[in-house]
């Protein structure tokens, strides 16, 4: 065996350690830093079912509806929750926030149950205003000392994932069992706002 290969070897071993012991110090700093405002934005409406349902509201009805809503109606929210989340940052008030938020799964629930289909600007208009109520449920819980920029980013991608994933599931429309299966969860969504709606008022 050749003499000088365990010197590397340790040499390779201390190197690997010294970076690790390094790299976990940055980590933590940028954990505690601004990335934390993305992370904790793009987690918050993972947090509750009421901002879930209606997110995922959203793309089933869009996907319903077709083509344009299938894209119109998941820009809309979060176009608008953006700005909702921006009033809550600086301190306005919206009056009855949780409420919107109750209505927001009971209307859009109810939208996929009965596959409503208004006109597109209606439809816009309504699922708009819903993102402006769970946006500033965002924007007034950012956590003191992190970026509010990054925070709003953070939870309005997480919001376009949930759009997402409510599209993905709305393709099952083109098949009359898929029909009924979002009719019915449409159902189950609005029963949820119904209870969300309860917890708001006690």
């Known amino acids: 065996m ?98 919107g938020i109750a209505l927001s799964a009971i209307l859009l629930g109810a939208a996929v149950a009965f596959e409503a289909r208004p006109p597109l600007w209606v439809a816009a208009l309504l699922v708009g205003i819903f993102g402006l109520f769970h946006g500033h449920a965002h924007g007034t819980e950012l956590p003191e000392g992190q970026n509010g920029l990054l925070y709003s980013l953070g939870f309005v991608i997480a919001t376009g994932c949930l759009h997402g994933v409510g599209i993905t599931i709305g393709l099952i429309h083109k098949w009359k069992g898929g029909q009924i299966a979002l009719r019915a969860s449409g159902v189950a969504i609005a029963l949820a706002g119904f209870w969300f709606a309860k917890e708001a008022l006690a």
Do not use: Y
């Open 2 to 99: 050749n003499p000088a290969h365990p010197l590397p070897r340790r040499t390779a071993v201390s190197t690997a350690l010294l970076l690790l012991a390094l790299a976990c110090p940055a980590h933590a700093h940028a954990a505690h830093g601004e990335a934390a405002g993305f992370t904790t934005g793009f987690g918050h409406p993972w947090s509750g079912w009421d901002h879930i349902l209606a997110m995922i509201a959203v793309g089933l009805w869009g996907a319903q509806l077709r083509k344009p809503a299938v894209w119109v109606l998941p820009v809309a929210f979060p176009l608008v929750m953006a700005f909702g989340g921006f009033l809550g940052l600086i301190g306005t008030p919206l009056p009855g926030t949780e409420i």
